[in-house]
């Protein structure tokens, strides 16, 4: 191990090369942390691409943070050295064998893994390639005795009774393991059981809602621009439309059990609210893929502007992919109202004091917007028929006043749980032996 002023802590399930926003904000809420707490620690950052790099990011206080990436990947080239099923195989061997891994051997020599799963990923909802990529990190850390810190977020729900198995025993090998709501936090006692400890399994709420917001300047057109500088004359709202709901609504509606129509209900919506108003409406993706790729949010916001009236389309724009995690939340925080899918596209609004409502296709957003006393802004497509969708998004929209007063007493005290959970975090990371 190393010296006190000097640790090397382990990142994984927060990877920066991906074209999701959420994961991207999670890493650079953990960045953010453990460099202004703990500057002199060294910080090994898993990504998606080959071996050991050097990267820096500048802080909240303008000090650059140096950092280095390690290639963990998942897929079936099992003789590449970054292929994390075959690091998960070595971990399990002696000290000295499991060291014949070269990544092996530089998490053997780090203080603690640190593990976000995405945030919302430690679950086998998503299918089993996605639960196994999340849960071999904390095998390894298990198998190589590193001390597992679980970082806010989800737990479960979990189908498979052996894959429950499997999280429930890399769970009870944390030394300490955060939830990220009530809602989570109740599923991670139910899942230890009489082995829940309090002192250990903690509630707590998402990372991203203190992830800074920052102007993106130039990366804005001059068009978006001035719709900004013109709500006082045109109400401007946003929405994000998910590509893995948009693009795919039969295997979507077969995986999360909808009732609605979710396209058809978002229609409904701009329709109604549009059709009598000045108003505009930005789309805004959020997981940042181009367009035709797999689970894109451009692609399904194409497909919303591509299906509405002319009269309306005019009203109409998708903001610029080009934008980073900070550049997508002051964009967001730019709005009147806001309604999204994913995940922390909401936590971006509901952070910046926006009233928001979501379209939920998992219990996860009733625990979040919970933690903010909206839970009454969650819509449910697995619950509601297409045209109770569209009445409920209405009504959001139509009592936004009561929401954004709400939130202006609820987010600052988020914010400031989100500041003690991370000194807690790293109070126990010092302590580490």
Known sequence: ?????????????????????????????????????????RLLVSDNAFGVREDSMRLASGVDYAFSRIGVRGGRRYYA???????????????????????????DRCDAVLDVSGGDSFSDIYGSHRFWSVIRPKLIAKHRGIPLVLMPQTYGPFQSKQKRRIAREAVLAASLAWARDPYSFEALKVLLGSDFDESRHREGVDMAFNLRAMDPGEKLTDEVRQWIDDKDS???????????????????????GFRADYLDALHGFIREVMRESDLRLLLIPHVMSPPKSPGSDAEACQRVLTKLPPSLASRVRIAPMRLDECEVKWLISQMDWFCGTRMHSTIAALSSGVPTAAIAYSDKTLGVFKSCGVEDQVIDPRELETQSVVDRIIESFETQARIRQLLSTTTGAVKVRATDQFNLTTETLKALP
């Open 1 to 41: 191990m190393s010296s006190q002023t000097s640790k090397t802590y382990a990142l994984f399930g927060a990877a920066p090369d991906t074209t999701n926003r959420g994961v991207s904000a999670l890493f650079r809420c953990v960045v953010e942390g453990v460099g202004s707490a703990l500057p002199e620690s």
């Open 81 to 107: 050295p970054e292929n994390l099923a075959t690091i998960t195989a070595f971990s399990t061997l002696g000290r000295s064998l499991g060291k014949l891994h070269p990544v092996v051997r530089v998490l």
């Open 234 to 256: 045109h109400p401007l709202i946003g929405a994000n439309v998910s590509g893995l709901i948009a693009l795919e609504p039969d295997r979507a509606a077969r995986r999360f």
